[in-house]
């Protein structure tokens, strides 16, 4: 049987389009390649977004020229391969610093997609991981937000280890996707994510308070790049990215 991947509706990012992060991390689980086990840190993945991945479909999955393809009728949606860049983190702050970042979410204000899964406003507790960055009072070009895993995001084979409960790969990417749109100024020039490329060095436990970084790299026309780490509460990092945006017109994605 050929294997889908299927973007359920509750992993939005636009309103009618799939949360960049959450599909690329659950392509990114699909990789041959990726661990098997809890133990084993993951590789550097590359996934590129080629469509708005559409929600409650199923996408065919195949090995297309060595890499992960997730295709409808042909088309491409998103692509993911193993890669061998070296990602920098983006440096933990202290948490002073984390409370009054997300005290400054410019997503308080106006948001061009409030019901996006990592960082909707009107996502309730439990539904999405509202998660919301602002500039840290030190640096602007760095971005800050405390997160900690709901139990709904724990799914799949890698739900416990050691007894703790652990939110899934696809979760994970999707907690590191939107901080770098935001840092790259997402308020004010909203985006889309065109690329992301991320290694998990472990899954994130649930209901263990962990905090997410994010600065920006960059802006040239319309494309911004970024990078995102997330950090446990003893200061391990526990994945990073990095990350190219592209500047789009939120009404084409409604």
């Known amino acids: 049987m050929t294997p889908t991947l299927v973007v359920p509706r509750r992993y939005c990012g636009p309103p009618v389009s799939g949360n960049g992060g959450w599909s690329s991390g659950a392509l990114?689980?699909?990789?041959?390649?990726?661990?098997?086990?809890?133990?084993?840190p993951w590789p550097v993945i590359e996934v590129s977004l080629h469509a708005p991945p559409p929600l409650d479909t199923e996408l065919d999955v195949a090995m297309v020229d060595g890499a992960t393809v997730a295709s409808r009728g042909?088309?491409?949606?998103?692509?993911?391969?193993?890669?061998?860049?070296?990602?920098?983190?983006?440096?933990?702050?202290?948490?002073?610093?984390?409370?009054?970042?997300?005290?400054?979410?410019p997503g308080w204000e106006t948001h061009a997609f409030a019901t996006c899964f990592t960082c909707g406003t009107e996502r309730a507790e439990g539904d999405g991981l509202r998660i919301f960055p602002g500039p840290t009072p030190s640096d602007a070009a760095v971005f800050a937000s405390p997160w900690t895993p709901h139990p709904s995001t724990a799914e799949d084979w890698h739900a416990y280890v050691d007894g703790d409960q652990l939110a899934s790969v696809a979760v994970?990417?999707?907690?590191?996707?939107?901080?770098?749109?935001?840092?790259?100024?997402?308020g004010t020039r909203p985006m889309v994510l065109a690329r992301m490329t991320a290694?998990?060095?472990?899954?994130?436990?649930?209901?263990?308070?962990?905090?997410?970084?994010?600065?920006?790299?960059?802006?040239?026309?319309?494309?911004?790049?970024s990078a995102t780490s997330l950090y446990d509460a003893d200061g391990r990092l526990v994945a990073t990215s990095e990350q190219l945006w592209v500047a789009v017109d939120p009404a084409h994605f409604r």
């Open 74 to 105: 042909g088309t491409r949606i998103l692509s993911a391969r193993v890669d061998g860049t070296t990602l920098t983190p983006v440096d933990l702050v202290d948490p002073d610093e984390v409370a009054a970042a997300t005290a400054a979410f």
């Open 199 to 225: 290694r998990v060095d472990a899954l994130p436990v649930v209901g263990a308070p962990h905090v997410v970084m994010a600065r920006h790299l960059g802006t040239t026309g319309r494309k911004t790049r």
């Open 172 to 186: 994970t990417w999707a907690a590191l996707d939107c901080p770098g749109g935001w840092a790259g100024g997402f």
């Open 28 to 40: 990114a689980a699909l990789v041959a390649g990726a661990p098997i086990d809890h133990a084993t």
